[in-house]
């Protein structure tokens, strides 16, 4: 990608990668992502953000950059954020630049040491601090857990443009790259929050609401489109996304399961019975036919999420895992958790369901239940017993 002119004095220098894959090794991509760099051409010219490690984005910025100004002139380097797929071209562009200062969040002084792993003296901001650029001002907005501790927002203030790093970017490359002109990204905008957000997302809100008042025409995000079009409308959607959940009258409690032989399923039935006797709001699901797509907000509104899992080769089944592994991305300290399962040699389904459940910091008031095999009526009596203790647990 060729650095093309946004506004008058400010330019994008960043890379295209349109055959990524995969992102951080979790997050399968189909539409490719993009790095993006941008350079303001002020009286001390700054860059913010660089590109991902990769040799082939390193020579392609710094190709870039050089189009535009002596690397010599650069006067600051900002960093909103220091994860390396912003910070990887970082080492060369000082090695080119060595006179430029590199600009991080007080909390990213820490990670710039140890990504150069070298002694550099970089300027930390804090909230509300300013960087005179000579005809040009750049204000700094702490966004702590946006989705790293060391995350800053920057805002140029007399363009009136925000650079948020991740905050509202997503993994989308057109390279048409204005939010007007390229495909509906709509999808990969939510799924962005989803994966990389949502696991923070009262720190989104907290960050949110610093915007309020701030008059933004363009918001250039360091992936995917730029932001040009009513940029309000995308904090607004953050807003509706990060937006804490209202408290039920009702405590919610979900029975996720997944079933042979229908054992684990009767199980379930009668755990569910057994919480809703104790007047909790439930809804159960066998997760080994697939997941609705509203799971992960289901999830996250439960106060208890009851999971029962047969033993399978010595293991909870695989569908189970898949969706403990999806409670990454959710809060979910604090809930209640419980587990279940029928089992025919060593039922160890059940333990290893409940050992994650309390890694991930989940309240697991009662011992989990197994069955062997089929559960006889006195079995299921004790399910349902469990679910009302449950219930009260919530
Ligand atoms: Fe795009 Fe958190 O890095």
Redesign the pocket.
């Known amino acids: 990608m060729k650095p093309f002119k946004i506004l008058e004095d400010l330019y994008y220098v960043g890379m295209l990668d349109p055959d990524r894959k995969v992102f951080d090794v979790i997050m399968p991509l189909d539409r490719g992502t993009t790095y993006n760099s941008y350079l303001i051409q002020a009286e001390k010219v700054a860059i913010v953000e660089t590109v991902t490690v990769t040799p082939a984005a390193q020579e392609e910025f710094l190709s870039n950059v050089r189009a535009l100004v002596n690397p010599k002139d650069i006067g600051y380097v900002v960093l909103n ?1 220091l ?1 390396p ?2 910070s990887g071209a970082l080492e060369i562009l000082l090695a080119q630049a060595p006179q430029a200062r590199v600009v991080v969040s007080r909390s990213g002084e820490h990670f710039v040491k140890n990504l150069l792993n070298r002694d550099v003296q970089p300027l930390r901001m804090g909230d509300g601090d300013s960087l005179d650029l000579g005809d040009k001002t750049l204000r700094f907005i702490t966004a702590p857990f946006v ?2 501790p060391d995350t800053m927002l920057t805002y140029l203030v007399e363009d009136k443009v925000l650079f948020p ?2 905050f509202l ?1 997503c993994h989308f490359c057109d390279p048409r790259l204005y939010d007007d002109l390229v495909e509906d990204f709509r999808y990969y905008f939510r799924y962005y929050f989803d994966v ?1 957000m949502r696991p923070y997302k009262e720190y989104s809100f907290k960050a949110l609401k610093k915007l309020e008042g701030l008059d933004i025409a363009l918001i250039a995000p ?2 995917g489109p730029i932001l040009r079009t009513n940029p309000r409308q995308y904090i607004e959607r953050y807003r509706e996304w990060a937006r804490p959940s209202e408290p039920s009258a009702r405590k919610k409690a979900l029975v996720l399961y997944a079933s042979a032989y229908g054992n684990t399923r009767r199980m379930a039935e009668a755990v569910a019975r057994g919480l809703g006797d104790g007047s909790a709001e439930v809804e159960i699901f066998d997760i080994g036919q697939g997941w609705p797509k509203e799971m992960l907000d289901k999830i996250e509104a439960a106060d208890g999420l009851v999971i029962g899992s047969p033993t399978f080769v010595g293991d909870a089944l695989k569908p189970i895992w898949d969706l403990l592994s999806s409670f990454v991305t959710i809060k979910v300290k604090g809930k209640v958790g419980a587990a279940f399962g029928s089992y025919g040699w060593s039922g160890e389904g059940v333990p290893l369901v409940e050992q994650r459940l309390k890694d991930l910091k989940l309240k697991v008031p009662e011992p989990g239940i197994r069955v062997v095999l089929t559960p006889t009526e006195e079995d299921l009596t004790n399910c349902r017993e469990f679910g009302r203790r449950l219930a009260q647990d919530l």
Do not use: L, R
């Open positions: 954020h994860e797929d912003h989705h790293w790093c991740d970017g990389i360091s992936h």
